[in-house]
């Protein structure tokens, strides 16, 4: 079983930054990907940003130059460095992880919200 903890959100200013961390525990082979979700209220969950295993990165379009995804392999976690936040970025953000390209594993999300 794997178990994801977010952490690192809270409130912040338009223009701001802050950096989520997810920390990955259990039993952790074959990684294929992991990445960044958020869901704002009454709309779907969205994909932010996605590291995988072959070190390549892909971003919404809309935070592409302002946000940056990173790994340390040594410590299983998963960073997010959000720069110049807006308001709209404001959501709850989920970390997911993907092994062996099947199974698909959910943390329990941090609230980000940013003020104007």
């Known amino acids: 079983q794997v178990q994801l903890v977010e952490s690192g959100g809270g409130l912040v200013q338009a223009g701001g930054s802050l950096r989520l961390s997810c920390a990955a525990s259990?039993?952790?082979?074959?990684?294929?990907?992991m990445g960044w979700y958020r869901q704002a209220p009454g709309k779907q969950r969205e994909l932010v940003a996605m590291w995988r295993s072959d070190g390549s990165t892909n971003y919404k379009d809309s935070v592409k130059g302002r946000f940056t995804v990173s790994r340390d392999n040594a410590e299983n976690t998963l960073y997010l460095q959000m720069n110049s936040l807006k308001p709209e970025d404001t959501a709850v953000y989920y970390c997911q992880m993907v092994v062996s390209s099947i199974y698909f594993y959910w943390g329990q999300g941090t609230q980000v919200t940013v003020s104007s």
């Open positions: 259990g039993s952790i082979r074959s990684i294929s990907a």
